[in-house]
């Protein structure tokens, strides 16, 4: 097989079956939750859960205190280096924007490449940086299980294959293009299973705790 004729099989086929695969999963998933259903609580009301829950979704994404991100500073500035950057690269390049808008027809206007270019890098180098920690901490590297590598591996993948792709780095652009495409197919496909279904599931949870909380009249 050619690496023309890899490229043109991976942008139809092999892309449209993992998206296929990747949307089945996540509803899966959120059906799967959503099933468990909720106690209901006999307790008296002493706050609005639905306020407590929205705020909770927010307030969540900052540490919840001064003691809590000096003990984990450096672990909180990659995750949030690492998202930052990730969002950028999905969200902002010129060439995905332009796939968002083939497909559900809307766009919105991209970031220079240089810009794009750098918070790629941070983002790569922001996730070496969080592997580094799990394995050279001894809790961190006990609690680690083999899923946790996985996910790292499947997510930093499609960032180094995507860059080296897009600069003619490597391998010639046919080949290096199709396997960017291969391991944003295998991402996912494995996402729905996988701690990755964070990325949906976060706002569940942290709705349902801060929710409960603000029945109790706790403060979250």
Known sequence: M??????????GPGISFAALFFIAGVVLRLIEILMLGRTKNLAELRGSGSTAGMRT????????????????LPTIVLGYLFHIGLFVVIFLLTPHIKLFQSVFHIGWPGLPTPVVDFFTVVALVSMLGLLWRRVSNRLLRFLSTGEDYLSWAVTFMPLLTGYLSYHHLLLPYSWMLGIHILSVALLLVIFPFTKLMHSFTLFIARYYNGAIAGEKGVQQ
């Open 2 to 11: 050619s690496g023309a004729e890899f490229l043109l099989w991976m942008r």
């Open 57 to 72: 979704i927010a307030t969540r994404f900052l540490p919840a205190d001064a003691n809590t991100f000096r003990r984990s």
